[in-house]
């Protein structure tokens, strides 16, 4: 069963940063693209940033410059460094994996069939 569970959301205050973190058990990290996408009370879940098993990443354009995505293979982690935080950047932000060996991670949401319960993120102004 697989199982991918985020940790690292809290509250702080605008231009600060916060650290997400993500594993993901039940299946195998090698060939697996993993995403970060968010989602606001009354808005869609939109993507945040992905990174491919070869890691090659991308970013939304509201949090290029601000964000880092990064994995750690060996310890099936991934990590979303987050600085310059906006108040807008505020909501829960959800961990998402598919097996993928190849190719750039897919940025929707739709691709992704493995999803963690979210972590909150809260940016005050």
């Known amino acids: 069963q697989v199982q991918v569970v985020e940790s690292g959301g809290g509250l702080v205050q605008a231009g600060g940063s916060l650290r997400l973190s993500c594993t993901a058990s039940?299946?195998?990290?090698?060939?697996?693209?993993m995403g970060w996408f968010r989602q606001a009370p009354g808005k869609v879940r939109e993507g945040v940033s992905c990174?491919?098993?070869?890691?090659?990443?991308a970013y939304a354009d509201s949090v290029k410059g601000r964000f880092t995505i990064s994995r750690d293979n060996a310890k099936n982690t991934l990590h979303l460094q987050m600085n310059l935080l906006k108040p807008e950047d505020s909501a829960m932000y959800f961990c998402?994996?598919?097996?993928?060996?190849?190719?750039?991670?897919?940025?929707?949401?739709?691709?992704?069939?493995?999803w963690g319960q979210g972590t909150q993120v809260t940016v005050s102004s």
């Open positions: 039940g299946l195998p990290f090698a060939g697996v693209a």
């Open positions: 998402a994996a598919i097996p993928l060996a190849w190719g750039d991670c897919p940025v929707s949401a739709g691709a992704y069939p493995y």
């Open positions: 990174i491919s098993w070869t890691a090659d990443t």
